[in-house]
């Protein structure tokens, strides 16, 4: 250990030099430790002030994108639950086309569809997403989905009833629960072939309609998400550049100041062991 004889003028300048060494190797080594050069207010003031700021911006924008990603996920659900829904309409309206009246094959197509509006009940009560169902939900029931920050940026969206939880009602009532109404057999009147054909075609606009709009609403939630994503990157960018340390510069800060407090220790043992040889002179 080096003995330091305070007494003497001419150490003071070496003294507070190490001091000053030994503060920027403290700080050197916290910008290494945490990775940051700008960690509080005390290291820039201004700096740490807008970086937090930024934070603060990013924090914001991660709560968005979770509900435009649960919104989203809603939208493709339901989405996918009225294609196949669809797709079980269309072979229902099928079975309308090939039947006629006193047709003896007329049991066996009612029976067929009977199980495409069971297939197209299941689909619609599977078709939840994080507790809500768009298609059994109210028409009046309205959801609002919020786009950005500000309290304006939402975009607001009302459900079509295709059938209620409780199968009593809905866009899909008549073609899928009400049995009477596409119900067929050998004494099915031509009249009545004509009026169940023009329901299911209602009923397949109406699920191709609400299609379209659950994929134009995907689309747009993903193009926000896309962007609100783009413009973290952006954020994110910024605040690196505003308080993440250089960590090859730090690297190389560190030896050099090692090598200055190396030479500051060996200053003062010079001057410590000169002092004491001219003492000596006098003894």
């Known amino acids: 250990m080096v003995s330091v004889n305070n007494s003497y003028v001419a150490n003071y300048n070496v003294l507070a030099s190490l001091r000053q060494i030994n503060k920027e190797i403290a700080d050197n080594q916290t910008r290494i430790a945490t990775g940051l050069k700008v960690a509080s207010a005390k290291d820039n003031a201004s700096v740490f002030a807008t970086a937090q700021g930024i934070r603060s911006d990013l924090k ?18 339901t989405a996918e639950a009225l294609n196949k829904i669809t797709d079980a309409l269309t072979n229902i309206q099928q079975l309308l086309n090939e039947a006629t009246a006193g ?10 569809i009977k199980g495409y ?4 009940k299941a689909l619609v009560s599977g078709a939840s997403f994080k507790g809500a169902n768009w298609l059994t939900s109210a028409a009046a029931t309205t959801t609002t989905i919020k786009l950005g920050s ?24 008549s073609a899928t629960a009400k049995s009477s109404a596409i119900s067929m057999s050998l004494d099915t009147a ?7 054909k023009d329901t299911i075609t209602a009923a397949i606009a109406t699920v191709s309609n609400y299609a379209n709009e659950m994929n134009g609403l995907s ?10 994503s783009k413009m973290d990157d952006i954020r994110k960018s910024a605040l690196s550049d505003l308080v993440d340390a250089d960590m090859t510069e730090e690297s190389a800060r560190s030896q050099a100041l090692q090598v200055k407090q190396q030479l500051a ?19």
């Open 60 to 77: 914001a924008t991660d709560a968005i994108k979770s509900d435009l990603t649960i919104a989203k996920g809603r939208a493709d659900v």
């Open 103 to 112: 047709d003896a094959g007329n049991a066996s197509r009612n029976s067929q």
């Open 117 to 120: 509006q069971a297939q197209i």
């Open 150 to 173: 500000d309290t304006s940026a939402t975009m607001t969206f009302a459900p079509t009833q295709i059938l209620t939880a409780a199968g009593t009602g809905g866009s899909l009532y």
């Open 190 to 196: 031509a009249t009545d072939l004509s009026d169940m």
């Open 219 to 228: 689309t747009s939630l993903t193009s926000q998400g896309d962007f609100l």
């Open 265 to 283: 220790y060996e200053a003062l043992a010079i001057r410590n062991n000169s002092a004491s040889s001219i003492l000596r002179l006098f003894q």
